[in-house]
């Protein structure tokens, strides 16, 4: 399966032009349809790779852990009356 590559340089143009607004004290940001569909196709890209991750990161933990044995021995102690 190939996964789609997102730009981020596309991401990173966004970041600098709010910057750039914010710093110059501008109210606001204007995008165009295609920048606004440009963000949010490579935003989308990126959370759903990131959560892809998380999930085989958390399977993989879980494989792990279900594997894993403890032992626990008790000897009675001492301290307690």
């Known amino acids: 399966m190939q996964k789609d590559k997102f730009n ?3 991401i990173d143009e966004f970041i600098r032009k709010v910057k ?3 710093t110059s004290k501008q109210k606001e940001v204007r995008l165009d349809i295609n920048q ?3 963000i949010v196709f490579n935003l989308a890209l990126l959370l759903n790779r990131l959560h892809g991750k998380l999930e085989d990161h958390i399977l993989t933990a879980k494989e792990e852990s279900a594997s894993e044995v403890i032992q626990i021995t008790m ?3 001492t301290g307690w009356k």
Request: no cysteine; net charge negative; charged share 35%.
């Open 8 to 10: 981020t340089a596309v």
């Open 20 to 22: 750039q607004h914010d």
């Open 36 to 38: 606004a569909k440009d």
């Open 75 to 77: 000897d009675g102690g």
